[in-house]
């Protein structure tokens, strides 16, 4: 089953289930605008999703070696390139929502989530081996290393309200926490395997 979305065949379903519900709840709303509020938090959450698992995918294969941490190994470009796809339609959503309703944002807001968009657009453009090849080893593992956790830090801060004041987003906190668990656990397995 999962060889039908391995590789760039990744792409097929979270675009169709991306654009679908878009379409659907524009259908729905009556207009773009209108649906806006109904499009902004999911776009968020099921890039979160992706997210986690692209986040989690090396520790994942260290810590719980199976089928779906390989999958995960496997496909993590890919997985990646599908959050940043998922994500920049949410960063789209919202700035239509500034644009086009009475909705506002404070000039750090915007400063601290547009870098996060420039990090995800650096680490999109060079998830290649060529981009690999260009910057080094070293310097793109420091690029991406930085951008997942400044991404991380944006969701954890975005989300924590719902600690104190539980809502739809409740999980994604926990699920921070989760995936820093499991790469501090990965890295602390390795340490203590290359110490042996």
């Known amino acids: 089953m999962l060889k039908f979305i391995e590789g760039k065949k990744l792409f097929i379903p979270v675009t169709l289930l991306l654009f679908g519900y878009v379409y659907s709840q524009i259908g729905a709303a009556g207009s773009y605008v209108a649906a806006l509020p109904a499009l902004m938090v999911p776009t968020a959450h099921f890039a979160f999703v992706l997210f986690f698992f692209a986040f989690t995918a090396s520790s994942l294969a260290r810590l719980a070696p199976g089928n779906g941490p390989r999958f995960l190994m496997r496909n993590r470009r890919y997985i990646g390139l599908n959050f940043a796809l998922v994500h920049f339609t949410h960063g789209a959503l919202v700035l239509s929502n500034l644009m086009l ?96």
Not at 152 to 180: K, M, N, Q, R, Y
């Open 101 to 196: 309703t009475d909705a506002t944002r404070t000039l750090p807001v915007l400063a601290v989530g547009g870098t996060a968009y420039v990090f995800l657009a650096a680490m999109t453009l060079t998830s290649s081996g060529a981009a690999v090849r260009r910057l080094g080893a070293k310097r793109w593992k420091m690029l991406h290393k930085v951008g997942s956790y400044y991404i991380w830090g944006i969701f954890i801060a975005t989300s924590a309200e719902h600690i104190v004041d539980p809502g739809p987003g409740t999980w994604i906190p926990a699920l921070c926490l989760v995936a820093l668990g499991l790469r501090i656990a990965a890295a602390q397995q390795s340490r203590k395997r290359t110490n042996k």
